[in-house]
């Protein structure tokens, strides 16, 4: 961690609001310092209770969020609110509107209301939500308000991410149905009927509880209750805070079994998030993952043979554990050991049999007079090889030095940029062009005396090139 990024974990241990906002701005846009500012603060996390707020837009979740800030308040707790603003077409960030309804409270230390951009991602919260809630909880406050983005039926996610989630809706918007349709029914703990003022309120309650009835719930579940409101007077929200914290009293099993759920998912996310960029910045050559996307996109190839063709290259790559944030990406893996042997079957005793490895099928390169057969050994290849010919090099390899390490092979993306770069540093080649390999792949071999005695292959992947059509 640099020493911005130690100042500002200090300044969130210590409830510093500006240290937080900076915090929290640097997990949003995913700064280098995010990961270790959220490492340095996460020990003092878990002490907050997660209200989330969803539903639709224009049912008043904003200005009930507001007044539940007051009410919160005036019982003596400090509310953190993270309101989920959609994105901008332009900019990327967050439009604000729900920040604008809640300038009541700027000048109160004991409130802190950020607004989030979505930036495309679904189910109503940014990518950053999570990160947000554990830098206010660590910042000392009492309550977290999640407000989502108001778009209707992706808006589940918040559920993931609470320990309560309150559904607001509001007469004669035939949010009943919607809600229904979008699963919000099931991840519901409270439902507001808000603007209770309004014609058909007494009905909208009535509507809820009727497709709650078609649950079968337990003498020891909870039951959501279904209230009514008029956020912009206040009516009802006293009602709705006594509910909150009626259920946050229930805990047991409930509450621990969410928080392992977000903790799970969490986890989920980040390794997913993580793969991904390690292979298409550390794995893949640069500008191989958007041509991939080309190519799909144009249906020279389907996205699932996309996918398990990067799959494959991170899963082969052995640069993990070794490799650091600063290290540069590098352009050639170990993809496998050649060994020359006198006869496949009789190696087949040994490798199969005597140490009980798994054997791909048998291959004949005729480009290479040899017979070819892969003996998977971890996450290491070894390449069985037996000449067809005496023209083979297996052959004058054996005959001059016998059976054994033979060479090794690295693979490349784009062999022929390989081939051109080491011809233009002057390196001794025993093949300019590539030829066909074992497998539909494309090789080419650097002399011994280039690499201090050691036979070097070069391999186009075939996950990458010969499933595509063409160089990835």
Same mark, same amino acid.
């Given at each position: ?14 409830? $510093?609001?500006?240290? @937080?906002?900076? #915090? ?12 270790? @500012? ?40 400090? !509310? ?23 300038? #009541? ?30 830098? /206010?909880?660590?910042?000392?406050? $009492? !309550?977290?308000? +999640? ?8 808006? @589940? ?8 989630? +309150? ?12 809600? /229904? ?12 009927? &808000?603007?209770?003022?309004? $014609? ?14 078609? &649950? ?6 909870? *039951? ?37 759920? *977000?903790?799970?998912?969490? +986890? ?13 910045? *550390? ?10 996307? $080309? ?19 991170? /899963? ?5 554990? &070794? ?10 893996? /170990? ?16 490798? *199969? ?44 390899? @054996? ?15 784009? +062999? ?10 002057? !390196? ?43 160089? !990835?």
């Amino acid at each position: 961690m640099n020493a911005d990024g130690h100042r500002l974990t200090r300044g969130v241990l210590d409830g $510093d609001r500006r240290a @937080i906002a900076r #915090a929290i701005t640097v997990v949003e846009s995913e700064g280098p310092s995010a990961a270790a @500012i959220i490492k340095g603060v996460y020990h003092r996390s878990g002490r907050a209770y997660l209200v989330g707020v969803t539903g639709a837009p224009g049912v008043g979740k904003s200005t009930l969020v507001d007044r539940i800030m007051t009410v919160f308040r005036s019982r003596g707790r400090t !509310v953190g609110v993270l309101a989920v603003d959609p994105t901008s077409p332009f900019s990327g960030g967050a439009l604000l509107g729900d920040r604008v309804r809640m300038q #009541a409270h700027a000048a109160d230390p004991g409130v802190f209301v950020r607004s989030m951009a979505t930036r495309g991602q679904l189910g109503g919260l940014a990518r950053a939500t999570a990160d947000a809630a554990v830098i /206010l909880d660590a910042g000392g406050f $009492d !309550v977290i308000v +999640i407000e989502t983005v108001g778009v209707g039926q992706a808006e @589940i996610e918040v559920s993931r991410t609470a320990d309560i989630s +309150i559904v607001v809706t509001m007469p004669g918007s035939g949010d009943g149905v919607q809600a /229904l349709k979008a699963g919000l029914m099931e991840i519901a703990d409270l439902f507001v009927v &808000n603007k209770a003022d309004h $014609d058909g309120a007494d009905r909208a309650v009535a509507e809820i509880k009727t497709m709650l009835g078609l &649950n079968e719930y337990g003498p020891n579940d909870w *039951r959501p209750p279904v209230l009514q409101t008029r956020a912009t007077d206040g009516v009802g929200v006293d009602d709705v805070l006594d509910t909150v914290d009626r259920f946050r009293a229930r805990g047991g099993d409930v509450a621990g079994r969410r928080r392992q759920a *977000r903790v799970y998912g969490r +986890i989920r996310q980040l390794v997913s998030d993580r793969f991904l960029e390690h292979a298409e910045h *550390r794995v893949l050559e640069p500008g191989a993952f958007d041509r991939l996307v $080309d190519q799909v996109a144009g249906a020279e190839v389907d996205p699932y043979t996309a996918a398990d063709a990067v799959l494959d290259r991170a /899963l082969r790559s052995p640069r993990g554990a &070794n490799h650091t944030e600063d290290a540069p990406p590098m352009t050639a893996v /170990l993809d496998h050991i050649g060994i020359a042997v006198r006869d496949l079957d009789t190696a087949r005793v040994f490798y *199969r049999d005597a140490l009980g490895l798994e054997l791909e099928g048998v291959e004949e390169v005729a480009s290479q007079h040899v017979r070819a057969q892969f003996v998977a050994v971890g996450a290491a290849t070894l390449e069985l090889l037996e000449a067809t010919s005496p023209q083979s090099a297996i052959a004058r390899s @054996i005959e001059r030095r016998g059976p054994g390490l033979h060479h090794l092979t690295l693979r490349v993306d784009d +062999i022929a940029v390989v081939l051109a770069r080491l011809k233009a540093r002057g !390196v001794r080649l025993i093949d300019e062009e590539p030829r066909p390999g074992a497998g539909g792949s494309l090789v080419a071999f650097i002399h011994p005396s280039a690499a201090d005695g050691v036979l070097v292959e070069l391999m186009e992947s075939p996950a990458l090139a010969d499933r595509t059509g063409r160089d !990835v």
